[in-house]
């Protein structure tokens, strides 16, 4: 299973570009968690911490595919330089306000210039491996292993964040993926020679925006649904940790969930699958609600952990199908700007889930996060089912490089 991946980091700038990109994207597990745990303990709400943070998703999701469509025009340097010094300049606002309980209006406003300008640090990646690897395979391999390193951020980023938020201050946990931001961006973007050349404007070839596309339009609209179920389990958790006495392993609890997605995504990135994408799309979505369900039924901290650790084997693959039916219903040329919209789709469910499941946590306890999350995953299965048709007619020709995306900083649970 190892050798396929090392095979691919020989390439030269292969593993520079790829660690520095781990860092950069430290606060995809981090910030989500950070603003819950900050808001909620300095402010006493966990709606208004759902909010804010819906906030600082909504934003990023809105700007994320505008930002990679000025990528693809002037090059990843000159966009992002700017763009992730104004993230750090919004993400120390938000930490200012918060530590001196400043106005709720300043926190939401902080939040939405941070994610506004945050962008995609995966997406910028995953081009590099494009532009550096041409076998189908490779790329495959490749887009795996991005995923999977998300997942490690995943399982290390919301128990970092949290062991600081409660030990050491509350704005702690969002101070080191300020400075993974700046510093892993900046390294990132420093080195030129795997950076995507620009992609030179045809006149023969006018701009079609992407969500035209009725197959794009129902990839979209289940990955909201998936992102939703995702938003509400990252606030569901923190509250039934704290009802249990223990909040200070929530983000444990959520690290589990992450480890599950990481084991499932490094093992299917080094195989090359011979079934129809759309079908071990579908087969994801419905394994992923099934396991969601079973949150209803859990009493313990142990339990919620094994729950989440073998339900989060079909985080991964499903995120890594959805991303992959991309490229079978957009150009070519805008394979970036169509990945950046369904980690808006993602992001746009994240921060409804997260905002309702605050909503129903302050009114009726951890539970009423846990039934936003069961009702999320049925919605997301019902979305797959009504899709089926189109998905399977639309990669009828199969492309054996599927594509994966990182879903945005809060694209995860």
């Not at 300095?42 to 505008?66: D, F, N, T, W």
């Not at 209006?105 to 491996?129: C, D, F």
């Not at 050349?197 to 969500?211: G, L, W, Y």
């Not at 846990?370 to 019902?382: C, H, N």
Request: aromatic content about 6%; charged content about 10%.
């Amino acid at each position: 299973m190892i050798q396929p991946y090392r095979e691919i980091l020989a390439h030269p700038g292969a593993r520079a570009f790829s660690s520095a990109g781990v860092l950069a994207r430290l606060p995809i597990s981090m910030v989500g968690i950070g603003i819950i745990l900050m808001v909620s303990e300095v402010y006493g709400s966990y709606g208004l911490a759902g909010r804010v943070s819906a906030a600082y998703v909504i934003a990023h999701a809105v700007c994320a595919p505008q930002l990679a469509r000025l990528v693809d025009r002037r090059g990843q340097a000159r966009v992002m330089r700017p763009a992730l010094v104004v993230a750090a300049v919004g993400l120390t606002g938000l930490v200012l306000t918060a530590s001196a309980e400043g106005p709720t209006p300043a926190l939401y406003a902080w939040a939405v210039l941070a994610g506004a300008t945050t962008g995609s640090i995966g997406a910028l990646v995953r081009a590099r491996w494009s532009h550096l690897l041409s076998d189908p395979r490779g790329l495959h391999t490749a887009y795996s292993l991005e995923s999977a390193l998300d997942e490690m951020l995943f399982v290390i980023g919301p128990v970092l964040a949290t062991y600081l938020a409660t030990t050491v201050v509350p704005s702690a946990g969002l101070l080191v993926p300020l400075v993974g931001l700046l510093v892993g961006g900046m390294l990132l973007l420093a080195q030129r020679a795997t950076e995507p050349p620009r992609i030179e404007r045809d006149p023969a070839q006018p701009h079609r925006f992407v969500m035209r596309s009725g197959g794009m339009v129902l990839v979209a609209v289940v990955f909201v649904a998936v992102g939703a179920m995702l938003g509400a389990t990252d606030v569901a958790t923190v509250a039934f940790a704290e009802e249990q006495g223990a909040k200070s392993a929530a983000g444990a609890i959520l690290g589990t969930f992450a480890l599950g997605s990481m084991i499932s995504g490094l093992g299917y990135g080094a195989r090359h699958w011979l079934s129809p994408l759309w079908l071990r799309f579908a087969i994801g979505v419905v394994a992923l609600a099934a396991g969601v369900s079973l949150f209803l039924l859990v009493t313990s901290l142990p339990v919620l952990a094994a729950v989440m650790f073998v339900t989060g084997f079909a985080i991964a693959p499903t995120i890594i199908n959805g991303n992959g039916l991309v490229q079978h219903f957009v150009p070519r040329r805008q394979l970036t700007e169509g990945l950046a919209w369904l980690g808006t789709s993602l992001g746009l469910g994240l921060s409804a889930g997260a905002s309702t499941a605050g909503a129903l946590i302050d009114r009726q306890g951890a539970h009423g996060g846990f039934l936003v999350v069961v009702g999320a995953g049925g919605g997301a299965v019902i979305a797959t089912l009504a899709a089926l048709s189109t998905l399977r007619s639309g990669t009828a020709v199969q492309d054996p490089a599927p594509t994966t995306l990182e879903p945005g900083p809060e694209v995860h649970p």
